[in-house]
């Protein structure tokens, strides 16, 4: 079972920058795929991206193309979250999330490992 932890939210300008981290312990980093969701007040948790467990495939949905990079360190047991130009629709508490290693899944019922999330809040 791998335990998940993330760091790195906090309150920032729009047009700023933040990289989140999500570190792993009590499994093997590299079995699980990681994907990153994001749930704002009042509205469901979304997928935001994710990537394979050999670091070679990384997906994000339409929305956050270009501003967001996950990327992962096996090595470290850690993946992150740089996300880039931070707008008001950016404000949510993000989550990292672990699932099964062949597959890159959207849906938040498909990961059984979760984070606590941390909370990034976007002002002007």
């Known amino acids: 079972q791998v335990r998940l932890v993330e760091s790195g939210g906090g309150l920032v300008r729009t047009g700023g920058s933040l990289r989140l981290s999500c570190r792993a312990s009590?499994?093997?980093?590299?079995?699980?795929?990681v994907a990153w969701f994001r749930q704002a007040p009042g509205k469901e948790r979304e997928f935001v991206g994710g990537?394979?467990?050999?670091?070679?495939?990384?997906e994000y949905v339409d929305s956050v193309k270009g501003r967001f990079t996950i990327s992962r360190e096996n090595a470290k047991s850690t993946a992150y979250l740089q996300i880039m130009t931070l707008n008001s629709e950016d404000t949510a508490v993000y989550y990292c999330a672990a699932g099964t290693k062949y597959i890159l899944y959207r849906w938040p019922s498909e990961y059984p490992y979760w984070g606590q999330g941390t909370q990034v809040t976007v002002s002007s």
């Open positions: 990537i394979s467990w050999s670091d070679t495939i990384a």
């Open positions: 009590g499994a093997t980093f590299s079995s699980y795929t």
